[in-house]
């Protein structure tokens, strides 16, 4: 949760106003303390306020200027869409304005590579380096270097309500996500910023996976969505196949499966325990981790493929899901005919057995 709750304040919608008609005026004078009050406020306004609230806030993003404190207006927006506002009507102001921030930080990496020594590592995402000296390192003028400095030291503050439009909605995904992503992993190779959540909620995914169970040489088409890593993949494909009847084994409890889909938010940790049913593999016998996501399944011939195989040793992991709020979904719609699962099979091969000594 972005805040804490408070007790119910009076007129937020009044509050918010101020804020609008400020900005709209561009007044400096007026906006700082209402952006103050609308801080203040929107801890303590009730569900219903937030509802109104979230996307009148999100519309105001465009209109902050980059080196403002557009990360905290986002996070009141975000605020409010866990509190019932309209994750669809917050979204693109939202995650406009994490691409932005995203693409000004790997700005801000690449000039300060570019002109520093060879040894000089990238600094800690710290409001520190803004000093009179970052303008020739940058280069550009004095707003343009404070701007890709702010969004390398504050482009964290964005993921709270990123996460909080992309795990409430799979048409917020649909529309932004892929656009996001690359550059959410460009920025976190870079190992100076913690984006995992960031970058596992931009990767999920909602399409079918072709499905082969190499001990069977049996093929299956499954439709996934909402699922935020593989331990909850290899949850519900055990669940699908092996509850189903499709292919032998154990199948999971009731209780992991209802973790891993159960449309209420998650409430705080639980101690069950999930055990493998599978190796998961991509069609050249390489593991896919169960740390990993669904995105590390490869395409081939425009499907992903996934081959299953007797796992290797028992594993078990909690079975609590990696987003709260993200109910995931895996459903069989077809057994594959024998002549299709030859024809997929085709594209894989047992690979190197490394996987089978670890």
């Not at 343009?144 to 990123?162: D, H, K, V, Y």
Request: a negative charge; proline letters at 8%.
């Amino acid at each position: 949760m972005i805040f804490k709750r408070k007790r119910e304040a009076t007129s937020f919608a009044a509050v918010v106003t101020e804020l609008e008609g400020a900005v709209a005026a561009r007044d400096g004078d007026r906006t700082g303390p209402a952006f103050t009050a609308m801080m203040h406020g929107v801890q303590s306004a009730s569900d219903a306020e937030c509802h109104l609230a979230g996307p009148r806030l999100a519309a105001l993003l465009p209109a902050f200027p980059p080196t403002g404190p557009r990360p905290m207006l986002a996070m009141a927006a975000g605020f409010c869409v866990e509190r019932g506002a309209d994750p669809v009507a917050c979204a693109e102001p939202i995650l406009g304005g994490v691409q932005q921030d995203l693409l000004d930080a790997l700005e801000f990496a690449r000039r300060w590579t570019a002109t520093g020594a060879a040894e000089d590592e990238l600094p800690e995402p710290d409001e520190k380096i803004i000093d009179d000296a970052l303008t020739a390192r940058l280069g550009g003028d004095v707003y343009e270097a404070t701007r890709l400095a702010l969004a390398w030291c504050s482009i964290e503050e964005w993921q709270p309500p990123a996460l909080a439009v992309l795990c409430r909605s799979a048409e917020v995904r649909r529309r932004h996500a892929s656009a996001i992503l690359p550059a959410c992993r460009d920025l976190a190779a870079l190992e100076r910023h913690d984006l995992k959540c960031l970058a596992y909620a931009l990767a999920v995914l909602e399409e079918p996976l072709v499905v082969l169970h190499r001990p069977t040489g049996t093929g299956f088409e499954v439709r996934i969505g909402g699922i935020g890593d593989n331990f909850q993949l290899h949850t519900l494909l055990a669940h699908v196949l092996v509850g189903g009847g499709h292919v032998p084994g154990t199948a999971p409890s009731a209780e992991s499966v209802r973790l891993a889909t159960d449309p209420e938010p998650a409430q705080g940790r639980t101690q069950t325990i999930a055990t493998g049913a599978f190796e998961l593999l991509a069609p050249n016998g390489e593991r896919i981790w169960n740390e990993g996501l669904p995105d590390d399944i490869p395409v081939v011939e425009g499907r992903r493929l996934l081959v299953l195989d007797e796992p290797m040793y028992q594993r078990s992991w909690n079975a609590d899901r990696f987003f709260p709020h993200l109910p995931g979904s895996a459903e069989l719609t077809r057994v594959l005919t024998a002549d299709e699962t030859r024809t997929w099979f085709a594209h894989t091969s047992p690979g190197n057995e490394t996987h089978r000594l670890s």
